[in-house]
Nanobody, 124 residues
Framework: QVQLVESGGGLVQAGGSLRLSCLAP????????MGWFRQAPGKEREFVAG????????YYADSVKGRFTISRDNAKNTVALQMNSLKPEDTAVYYC?????????????????WGQGTQVTVSS
């Protein structure tokens, strides 16, 4: 079982920045592809960003490309999502997820473990 603990959500004005962090204690972190997803009220959960096991490859949803950056530190068992130029439509609960598969996936069905989520609210 992989425990994922997110932090860093909050309320920010449009144009502002937030940094989300996710800690996965007590696991060999480099075994997992990591992803960030989000779910807004009344909408399905959607892929935001993913990063390969080594951190050498990343992938972003078109809606966040150029504004968000995913990174990981395998020595500290953490993955982060730096969010800049935030927009009201970025408002959602953001989830960290871990995938024991070999390839970076955008599909939430490929991810095996999920955090509890952290709320991000962007005011206009």
């Amino acid at each position: 079982q992989v425990q994922l603990v997110e932090s860093g959500g909050g309320l920010v004005q449009a144009g502002g920045s937030l940094r989300l962090s996710c800690l996965a204690p007590k696991v060999t972190f480099s075994w997992y592809v990591m992803g960030w997803f989000r779910q807004a009220p009344g909408k399905e959960r959607e892929f935001v960003a993913g990063i390969s096991r080594s951190g050498g490859s990343t992938y972003y949803a078109d809606s966040v490309k150029g504004r968000f950056t995913i990174s990981r530190d395998n020595a500290k068992n953490t993955v982060a999502l730096q969010m800049n130029s935030l927009k009201p439509e970025d408002t959602a609960v953001y989830y960290c997820a871990a995938d024991s598969g070999a390839y970076l996936s955008r599909s939430n069905t490929d991810y095996d473990y999920w955090g509890q989520g952290t709320q991000v609210t962007v005011s206009s």
